[in-house]
């Protein structure tokens, strides 16, 4: 958790109905002020997600706890998923059925 531990931005956001689709940019779904926001992710396993720069309203704020067993992200809210790759800048992590039995979101966060 400690390698993990920093401030992220989302920059990527892909759905996949099955695996044999083409993805689909998931950002553009998503309203402006929530494209900007940061998430802390705190080496003693809790985390804070800031609406910062364009403020949605109300603001989006969020707080709990994460944890990663393996490779596998837990949270009580924001973060759940598979962690597909790590370089100590950018984290991609998945999350299967998560609309639909068969279907993936891949997400992509940059340290910021």
Same mark, same amino acid.
């Given at each position: 958790m400690t390698s993990l531990?920093? &401030? =992220?931005? +989302? @920059? &990527? +956001?892909q759905y996949k109905s099955d695996a044999s689709a083409a993805p689909v940019d998931y950002l553009q779904f998503m309203e402006d002020c929530e494209k900007d926001d940061i998430l802390i992710l705190k080496d *003693?396993? @809790?985390y804070v !997600?800031? *609406? /910062?720069g364009a403020v949605c309203t109300p603001a989006e704020n969020a707080e709990g706890a994460w944890l990663v067993k393996g490779n596998t +992200? !837990? &949270?009580d809210g /924001?973060?759940?998923g598979t962690i597909a !790759? =790590? *370089?100590?800048k950018t984290m991609i992590y998945y999350t299967d059925n998560a609309i639909r039995p068969g279907d993936r979101l891949t997400f992509t966060m940059v340290k910021q």
């Open positions: 531990a920093g &401030s =992220y931005k +989302l @920059t &990527s +956001l *003693d396993g @809790t !997600s800031n *609406d /910062v +992200l !837990s &949270s /924001v973060l759940n !790759s =790590y *370089d100590c």
